[in-house]
Structure formats: structure tokens, C-alpha cells
């Protein structure tokens, strides 16, 4: 599967894809050496409670039928954006989503996106992405897990057509309970026709 590129424009919904006033983006299928700059962005989105540590980061993006896509900036530095994660080439990485196919249902494992590129459209252009590869793979739905008092992450979910299905006490190390929320694909591929 090849980069898809996202410059400024409008989709279908009139949401600008785009980031920092216009630089523009790619997302990418994972490579090895993007291994360590997305654990340590993981590090940083997430409370040590609850992001992945290496073996478990690893164990996920390697599960059959699971994938990650990473989105990066086309080249060059990202005027205003000396936190984001360097790797190869001074290309910037914003962030990234791994996730995976269960029969008919689609899983996200977790969507990271650099503090400097959030709100941006990055994470939104990555859950579309994975979305689309999910229903391409067979999948109806998507679930995923959210800690219940993750409010940003609740309403970006919501934003884009998730809702709560269930409560699940104790789900994190740390016993915080979790929210599942879900979202049809089907459906949502129809409206978007």
C-alpha cells in the first residue's frame, strides 16, 4: 500500500486536511526504524500507567492482522515544530494509529499524535485511514477502548461517529475503568458516497 497524501484541501466534509497552517502530510505504512520514535511518542501521549512499554508496543504491531500507519511531514523541518519526533531524513513524525481486523469487526489499539500537531487534522486523517483499510479488509465496525476520564479522546471519538457501547471496570493496569465505543463502518461508508 503506498503514502497517501494529504495537503491542504477539503474532504467530502469540508474538513481541512492539513497541518500547521498548511505543511503538508503523509501517511505511510510502518517501517522498522520507526520503531523507537513511536514508542517514545507513545511515552509522551499517555500517562506511564498507561502507555506501552517496547515488548507490549511490539506485541501489538506485529498481531496477525494488525497494521500501523504513521504520518509524517513531507520532508524538510515543520516551521513552529521543533518537538515534534525527527527520524529519517528530518522528516517529522505527528504521530500514528495501529490497529487490527477480528473477523468482521475492526480494532484501534491506540492513535498517538505529537502535542504540537493535535487539532491539526492529523489524528483524524489517520483514524480515516485506518478506518477505510479496515473496511477494506472485511470489517462492519470498529471498536476501541478510551480510559473514561480521557475527555479530549472521548469527544474526538464522538466527533467522528463513535459512540459508548459499554463500561468496563478495572480494564487498565492501574484499575481505571474504560470506555468501549464503537462505530459502524458500513453505515458511515453509505453516508459518505
Not at 517514545?40 to 506485541?59: G, K, R
Request: proline share 3%; hydrophobic share 40%; glycine share 8%.
Amino acid at each position: 500500500m503506498g503514502a497517501m497524501r494529504w495537503r491542504v484541501h477539503t474532504d467530502c466534509l469540508g474538513e481541512a486536511l492539513r497541518y500547521n497552517d498548511g505543511v503538508p502530510f503523509r501517511i505511510r505504512q510502518f517501517e522498522k526504524a520507526d520503531f523507537d520514535t513511536l514508542w517514545q511518542i507513545d511515552q509522551a501521549c499517555f500517562d506511564p500507567q498507561l502507555a506501552y512499554s517496547q515488548p507490549e508496543m511490539a506485541f501489538y504491531m506485529r498481531r496477525p492482522r494488525s497494521f500501523t500507519l504513521v504520518a509524517e511531514t513531507e520532508g524538510g523541518e515543520v516551521p513552529g515544530n521543533g518537538n515534534a519526533a525527527t527520524g529519517i531524513s528530518g522528516v517529522a513524525i505527528l504521530g500514528f494509529i495501529v490497529a487490527e481486523t477480528r473477523r468482521n469487526t475492526g480494532h484501534i489499539i491506540t492513535i498517538d499524535v505529537v502535542a504540537e500537531a493535535r487539532r491539526e487534522g492529523v489524528g483524524s486523517a489517520l483514524l480515516r485511514a485506518a478506518e477505510e483499510r479496515l473496511l477494506h479488509a472485511g470489517a462492519v465496525a470498529v471498536v476501541l477502548e478510551t480510559p473514561v476520564n480521557n475527555d479530549a479522546a472521548i469527544r474526538f471519538y464522538k466527533q467522528h461517529g463513535y459512540f459508548v457501547e459499554k463500561t468496563v471496570s478495572g480494564y487498565y493496569s492501574n484499575h481505571m475503568d474504560a470506555l468501549v465505543m464503537m462505530k459502524e463502518l458500513a453505515c458511515s461508508k453509505r453516508t459518505s458516497l
